[in-house]
C-alpha cells in the first residue's frame, strides 16, 4: 500500500509537471549557462512547489468536505486538462513570466538569491494547475499523506535534475501539450473511480 502511495504521488508530479519542466528549461537557458546558476535556479523551483503541496493539501481538504468530491476534484482535472490542451488560462502566466525573466539581462553566479528568486516566481506562475492535480491525491486516508509527499517530491527530484542536467535534449521535445493532457485526463478517470 506504501508503495501505491509514493508512486502515485510520483506520477502525478511528472504528468502534472511535464508542460511545467519545458517552460522553464528556455528561461534556465537565458539566465545561465553553468550548473551553479541552474542548481540555484532549481532551489527556487523547489520552495514553490513546497509551497503548491501545501495549498493542494489545504485544497483537498475543503472538497473533501463536499459531498461528491471525487466527481468535483475529476471535474476540476478534466477542466485543467482542456485549459492546457487550448491553451486557456495557462499559457499566460508562463508567457508573462518569461517576459520579465528575459528583461534580465545577466546575472552573475554570486546573485545566487536572484536566481532562487527568479526560480521561485517562475514555477509559481507555472504551478498553479499543478495544485489542482496534486489535491486529488491527498482526498483520502490521512495516514497516506507522508507517502504522497515522498512520491511527489521523488517527481521534483527528476524533474529539477532533467532542467539541471538534460536541458538542451529535452527543449526539443514538442508533444508536451498532448503528453500532459493525455496524463491528466487519464489521472482525472483515476479520481473518478477512487484508485488515486
Same mark, same amino acid.
Given at each position: ?26 528561461i ?22 513546497c509551497?503548491?503541496?501545501?495549498? =493542494?493539501? $489545504? !485544497? ?6 463536499? +459531498? %461528491? ?8 482535472? @478534466? &477542466? ?6 487550448f ?46 492535480a496534486? =489535491?486529488s $491525491? !491527498? ?6 499523506? +507522508? %507517502? ?8 521534483? @527530484? &527528476? ?33 473518478l473511480?477512487?484508485?488515486?
Amino acid at each position: 500500500m506504501i508503495l501505491k502511495y509514493i508512486v502515485s504521488g510520483f506520477l502525478v508530479k511528472l504528468i502534472a509537471g511535464f508542460d511545467d519542466t519545458l517552460t522553464r528549461i528556455p528561461i534556465v537557458a537565458s539566465l545561465t549557462n553553468t550548473k551553479k546558476g541552474r542548481f540555484a535556479f532549481a532551489i527556487g523551483i523547489f520552495l514553490a512547489i513546497c509551497l503548491a503541496v501545501v495549498i =493542494s493539501f $489545504l !485544497f483537498a481538504s475543503v472538497i473533501k468536505s463536499l +459531498p %461528491y468530491f471525487r466527481y468535483i476534484s475529476a471535474t476540476l482535472i @478534466f &477542466l485543467l486538462a482542456i485549459s492546457i490542451y487550448f491553451n486557456i488560462f495557462i499559457e499566460e502566466p508562463k508567457k508573462q513570466i518569461e517576459k520579465k525573466v528575459k528583461k534580465i539581462k545577466e546575472i552573475s553566479t554570486e546573485r545566487i538569491l536572484k536566481l532562487i528568486a527568479i526560480g521561485f516566481l517562475a514555477a509559481l506562475a507555472t504551478l498553479i494547475d499543478d495544485t489542482i492535480a496534486y =489535491s486529488s $491525491l !491527498f482526498l483520502g486516508n490521512l495516514v497516506a499523506v +507522508p %507517502y504522497i509527499v515522498i512520491g511527489l517530491f521523488l517527481g521534483v @527530484f &527528476l524533474q529539477i535534475a532533467a532542467i539541471i542536467y538534460f536541458s538542451e535534449k529535452i527543449t526539443r521535445f514538442k508533444y508536451k501539450k498532448e503528453v500532459t493532457t493525455v496524463g491528466l485526463l487519464a489521472l482525472c478517470v483515476l479520481v473518478l473511480f477512487g484508485i488515486i
